[in-house]
């Protein structure tokens, strides 16, 4: 049932008249994705995948010519952890441990 905050008191709630009639096939998908998402509140699947997303973004930035091989297990070391901060650290300590770090390093002139 359609409801709506009352004019008059903050964060009050009154219910549309029966009468009303039935609501259009937006609000009905407006009230769905806000119930939703007011289940799911802060820390929710919504927060971890962003954050997984950011690093995502964070890897491919600092390392993008990453082959494919190197890039899996840098993720799933990456996993393991929880995708924390602790983690990214660990998944970077393996990759500079790989040749393919080492070599990208004397290409870029790191050495």
């Known amino acids: 049932m359609l409801q709506r905050r009352n004019k008059g ?42 954050h997984l997303l950011q690093m995502e973004a964070r890897l491919k930035s600092e390392y993008p010519d990453m082959p494919f091989e190197v890039k899996t297990e840098f993720s799933a070391r990456l996993h393991a952890r929880g995708y924390t901060e602790e983690g990214w650290e660990v998944a970077v300590a393996w990759l500079e441990s790989t040749d393919w770090y080492r070599l990208r390093g004397r290409y870029l002139g790191n050495v």
């Open 9 to 50: 008191e903050a964060g009050a709630l009154e219910r549309a008249p029966e009468s009303a009639g039935p609501l259009p096939l937006w609000l009905q998908l407006a009230q769905d994705e806000i119930a939703v998402r007011a289940q799911v509140g802060t820390g929710g699947p919504h927060d971890s995948l962003d």
